[in-house]
């Protein structure tokens, strides 16, 4: 891109790229829940604890890279968009992360082993929150086409079409998260309440997931049509 804008030429790289690098970071966090349940539902606690550590270090990798964004993006007069807009998605892919972190700190904390007859349905809902954040990266990764092609044409259409099947996965999870609280509902009186009413926390937090990679995309959206 340095080249084909001259604001591009003066600030060496585009602005946007970092932006995809904090959106990158987050995926991984993310996508670390995948291992983490694996321990958890082997009850193997020191792997759940190594994985969490992982969790928590790209979580912290993504806070600084936030904060370095904050400190050096260039007021709006040199920015192809709005500086607002900027740091306002920055703080919504930010927010994926956060919960990926509370998740695993939760469950690790209490050792909280979820109930088996729901194992299998809750894994297919954590992997459906997991696609929801790989298509928000994809969806983010287009920013610096769609600033090349001055946030029209092809690309607008491409992000638009990105956007629309997050939203799909999203409603995917929706439907999901509402089969695993009622299976944790029909087994909720054999368990410790305050065990299950964490449980359900769990489900909730896990639903964060999806929505907030959903806030992702549609802000993404937004700052496109302006």
């Known amino acids: 891109?340095?080249?084909?804008?001259?604001?591009?030429?003066?600030?060496?790289?585009?602005?946007?790229?970092?932006?995809?690098?904090?959106?990158?970071?987050?995926?991984?966090?993310?996508?670390?829940?995948?291992?983490?349940?694996?321990?958890?539902?082997?009850?193997?606690?020191?792997?759940?604890?190594?994985?969490?550590?992982?969790?928590?270090?790209?979580?912290?990798?993504?806070?600084?890279?936030?904060?370095?964004?904050?400190?050096?993006?260039?007021?709006?007069?040199?920015?192809?968009?709005?500086?607002s807009d900027l740091l306002e998605l920055l703080s919504m892919q930010d927010r994926v992360a956060s919960r990926a972190k509370d998740i695993a700190g939760l469950i690790l904390g209490r050792q909280m082993a979820l109930p088996k007859e729901m194992e299998a349905d809750y894994r297919i809902f954590l992997t459906r929150c997991i696609d929801a954040t790989l298509q928000a990266l994809t969806a983010i990764n287009e920013l610096d086409e769609l600033v090349e092609t001055g946030f029209r044409g092809r690309e607008l259409k491409v992000v638009e079409k990105l956007v629309d099947e997050l939203s799909r996965i999203e409603q995917d999870t929706d439907d999901l998260q509402v089969k695993v609280r009622a299976q944790l509902f029909a087994v909720e009186k054999?368990?410790?309440?305050?065990?299950?009413?964490?449980?359900?926390?769990?489900?909730?937090?896990?639903?964060?997931?999806?929505?907030?990679?959903?806030?992702?995309?549609?802000?993404?959206?937004?700052?496109?049509?302006?």
């Open 1 to 83: 891109m340095p080249g084909s804008n001259p604001l591009f030429d003066i600030f060496g790289r585009s602005p946007v790229k970092p932006m995809q690098e904090h959106m990158a970071k987050i995926n991984q966090c993310v996508a670390m829940l995948d291992p983490f349940f694996d321990a958890v539902f082997a009850q193997d606690w020191t792997q759940a604890a190594a994985v969490r550590n992982e969790i928590a270090k790209l979580e912290d990798d993504a806070g600084k890279l936030k904060r370095n964004i904050r400190v050096h993006l260039p007021n709006s007069l040199f920015l192809p968009m709005d500086r």
């Open 190 to 226: 054999k368990l410790n309440p305050i065990d299950a009413m964490f449980m359900y926390r769990i489900i909730d937090w896990t639903g964060d997931l999806a929505d907030r990679s959903l806030s992702v995309g549609t802000r993404l959206e937004l700052l496109a049509a302006r």
